[in-house]
């Protein structure tokens, strides 16, 4: 009896090892990056082809097959960012797409490089309001759409591309590079006067982007970005409301979000425990609201060539995924800030759920068997729980979850 109850205890051990996620070597997947955008752009890429590196080996996974099998929230086909740190405005863009088609029931595609013209303005003006002391990169946050759309309205890419050179793919290396040479050198030399600064700023973006309407023409009546925003799309900024997730704060509360693309320190996130997180982002999508999101995808668990984001278990098991492990994370510099997405989906599979992540970096071009699939990644529910930092939601989607804010 003892060594039968031993062989069954050493079998079920066997069983449980063998079904422990793996770390392996395999030859990485084609970058999109390397291969498409930089050759497009007559800069100097190279084939990731027949480069090996370690990634999570799949053979006990179930994943979604396609797009279409999700439940979806309607939304414009994913573009690209190009050669760009501006996801924060692609993903949040999108995002405001879907919200128009929900509330006015029109299609349109809006200006991404419109939002990041006036980010660079008020940038600037940050810039010398705090003597340049400041987190000074490409990236901000999703709440920054809606801030520049309170301040200047929006404008349909049609109206405003902001790309004058023409190319296939945007590119802001030039653009940064000589407005942070140009902030640098007033920080040097203490020139601390706004209305110089801003237009000497302006006078960049006008050159690598185009300088934005005034007033416009769409479907034969003029508009101002204000009045278009208001009037024909019927969108209100104040009315989205953002959310995270972190121990370090009161739940329930508004607090700081700490990291360098909140780079104007907005405290205009209201912080829930990580069940709540979740019940929003899910109670939100099943009845047709997109979620804004922004957090890691520098993780290993992020498997381009399947376009599937999950958690391996070497890392942490599903079940010990909650608001301490968050928190570890983000507090150890594991878990970063570092791209945004948009949530158009959701579908169950074997009763977990998994999401439909549109996204506009180069990875999620990678991947995927035809131009139907690029632009997407599909996120298990465990990936959201761990990696995914904020959120970004209509005021309306809230009441689906049952959560009341104080």
Known sequence: MKSVSLLVISTLFAQSTWAQDKIIKKEKPRSYYNEVILPALHQTGGSSANKEGLTVALERKTWPASPADFKQVWHTPPVSQGNTGTCWCFSTTSFYESEVKRI???????????????????????????RGNMSLGEGSEANAVAQMMQLYGIVPRSVYEGRPNGKAFYSHDSLFNEITGYLAFVKKNYIWNEEEVVANVKAILNYHLGQPPVIFKYNTIDYSPMAFMQQYLRIKPAEYINFMSLMEYPFNAKAEYDVPDNWWNSDDYWNVNLDDFMKIIEKSVENGYSVAIGGDVSEMGLLREYQIGIIPSFDIPSKDIDDNARQFRFSNGSTTDDHAMHIVGIQKIKGEIWYLVKDSGSGARTCGDGDAKFGYYFFHEDYIRLKIMNITIHQDALSYSGIKLN
């Open 104 to 130: 006015s029931g029109i299609d349109i595609k809006l200006s991404e490089m419109y939002i990041v013209y006036w980010q660079y303005v008020e940038r600037a003006k940050y810039f010398v309001a705090h």
